[in-house]
């Protein structure tokens, strides 16, 4: 069968990528990788948790596999996530006293856990930048900053240092990274008007304040029947016209519309209409392109998705290929549609 990335050779600056877990660089998974995805993001391992569970106790191991697979194949790599409210180590939010910051009402308090906060943030941002250095080429550096209701998600990154956190998130990224490392905002749900707008509204904050952004991480976790393509086209375009880049980071699109359906099999019908829809999808990508410079998918293989676990237990197909490794009409939609009922 060809190969995904050489199909869509020339269309995204940074390629055609795949999320995926250090297990996978083995075997069939590792030959899937190198065959169809010329780049590759850490679906856990570059996480704050994985990379520093205790307070100054740096642990790359994992990472580095993927940093040393990514070099030895000639793929890329992107950097997932700086600062994130989840997966994200306790110690992080605690006093010197042990004592949870969120919540302390004594405002000399409040100042030096912000500080106190910050500091864990620099080192953080630091010592990971500096250690991947130019073998990652893009960050995101804040993921999921935005509420699922209206303006910023009150995290307890939000409720201790206010915006500044993203702020000096993006400063620090800078600061050490490499220079021409690019710096995302990541997010989900941006093709929802409303939230995009949020976004668009902070971002626009952001870069007239000097903060050094240089583009939007949409997730793009999508379902069979919505977002429409339109939603996900304006969404596109508004930071476009920004003059920021897009990355579609984490794609995926599950067979469901709802939150409580389930299959035991998923019908051949939907894999079909996922498939149209893929091959819809990354048609208008490529009509993007001018404002879109890679897109990556949240795994390689049905075999392994969270949204086997997201938002019910139930069975997912939300990937190129099967739970065998084997093409799907999502795979023939993008690559070759005639091969298409
Ligand atoms: O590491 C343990 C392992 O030791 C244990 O055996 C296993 C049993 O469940 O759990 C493992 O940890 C799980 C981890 O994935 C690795 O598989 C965690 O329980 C599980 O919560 C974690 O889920 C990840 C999730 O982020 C957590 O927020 C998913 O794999 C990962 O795909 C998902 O990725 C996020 C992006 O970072 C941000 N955008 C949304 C996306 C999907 O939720």
Same mark, same amino acid.
């Given at each position: 069968i060809p190969s995904l990335h050489e199909a869509l050779a020339g269309q995204f600056k940074y390629g055609i990528g795949a999320a995926l877990e250090?297990?996978?660089?083995?075997?069939?998974?590792?030959?899937?990788?190198?065959?169809?995805?010329?780049t590759v993001v850490a679906g856990n391992v570059m996480k704050p948790d994985y990379l520093q569970k205790q307070e100054g106790i740096f642990t790359f191991e994992r990472a580095d596999a993927i940093v040393e697979f990514a070099k030895a194949n000639g793929m890329s790599v992107r950097g997932h996530t700086l600062v994130w409210h989840s997966q994200t180590p306790d110690w992080f939010f605690k006093d010197p006293e042990g004592k949870e910051m969120v919540g302390e009402?004594?405002?000399?308090? +409040?100042?030096a856990n912000k500080e106190l906060l910050l500091k864990r943030m620099e080192t953080h941002i630091k010592t990971v930048v500096e250690h991947f250095g130019t073998d990652v080429y893009a960050y995101d550096v804040v993921n999921e900053v935005i509420s699922d209701s209206s303006g910023l998600r009150s995290s307890k990154w939000y409720q201790i240092c206010g915006v500044d956190y993203i702020k000096e998130a993006f400063r620090y990224a800078r600061k050490y990274a490499p220079?021409?490392?690019l710096l995302y @905002?990541?997010?989900?749900?941006?093709?929802?008007? +409303?939230?995009?707008?949020?976004?668009?509204?902070?971002?626009?904050?952001?870069?007239?304040?000097?903060?050094?952004? /240089?583009?939007v991480g949409h997730q793009t976790h999508i379902r069979i029947d919505s977002p429409s393509l339109?939603?996900?086209t304006d969404s596109i375009e508004m930071f476009g016209k920004l003059g920021l880049d897009n990355q579609i980071t984490e794609l995926d699109v599950s067979v469901y519309s709802n939150d409580t359906d389930k299959y035991e099999t998923v019908p051949?019908?939907?894999?079909?209409?996922?498939?149209?829809?893929?091959?819809?999808?990354?048609?208008e990508f490529i009509r993007l392109k001018p404002y879109i410079s890679s897109v990556i998918f949240w795994g390689m293989a /049905?075999?392994?998705?969270? %949204?086997?676990?997201?938002? @019910?237990a139930r069975l997912d197909l939300p990937l190129l290929f099967d739970e065998q %490794?084997?093409?799907k009409p999502a795979f023939w939609a993008i690559v070759d549609p005639s091969r298409l009922p």
């Open positions: 250090p297990f996978e660089l083995e075997g069939q998974h590792g030959e899937l990788l190198k065959k169809h995805f010329n009402t004594d405002p000399v308090k +409040r100042q220079e021409g490392t @905002i990541n997010d989900y749900n941006t093709h929802s008007p +409303r939230k995009a707008q949020d976004l668009y509204n902070l971002v626009k904050e952001l870069l007239a304040d000097g903060v050094p952004v /240089d583009g339109k939603q996900i051949e019908e939907l894999l079909l209409q996922q498939g149209y829809r893929y091959g819809e999808l990354m048609q /049905d075999d392994n998705t969270w %949204l086997k676990n997201f938002p @019910i %490794l084997q093409s």
